[in-house]
Nanobody, 124 residues
Framework: QLQLVESGGALVQPGGSLRLSCAAS????????IGWFRQAPGKEREGISC????????YYAESMKGRFTVSRDNARNTVYLQMNSLQPEDTGVYFC?????????????????WGQGTQVTVSS
């Protein structure tokens, strides 16, 4: 059964760090573009980062550059999102998703499989 399971969300103070995990079963993350999306309260789900399957090319939304890092561990079949210097505006539910296309793009419609999400709250 194909499944993506996110974990690692938590309540963290501004300036803190978290590492989210996206563990896959039923598919090999090495063969899929994996995206990370965030849905803030009252807002649409937005693409924030992704990693391509073909050459490992990564993408970051402008506000994440320099703070977030996406990585893939093929042996563990898991993709990670390291988030540093977190701010209250980073609060939201974070989802990972898999696309059968080689090149990753931060567009929801390009993704075929989704996890259930993990809550990140940044607050003092």
């Amino acid at each position: 059964q194909l499944q993506l399971v996110e974990s690692g969300g938590a309540l963290v103070q501004p300036g803190g760090s978290l590492r989210l995990s996206c563990a896959a079963s039923g598919l090999a993350v090495a063969n899929y573009a994996i995206g990370w999306f965030r849905q803030a309260p009252g807002k649409e789900r937005e693409g924030i980062s992704c990693v391509s399957s073909s050459d490992g090319t990564t993408y970051y939304a402008e506000s994440m550059k320099g703070r977030f890092t996406v990585s893939r561990d093929n042996a563990r079949n898991t993709v990670y999102l390291q988030m540093n210097s977190l701010q209250p505006e980073d609060t939201g539910v974070y989802f990972c998703a898999a696309s059968g296309r080689e090149r990753c793009v931060p567009l929801r419609l390009r993704y075929d499989y989704w996890g259930q999400g993990t809550q990140v709250t940044v607050s003092s």
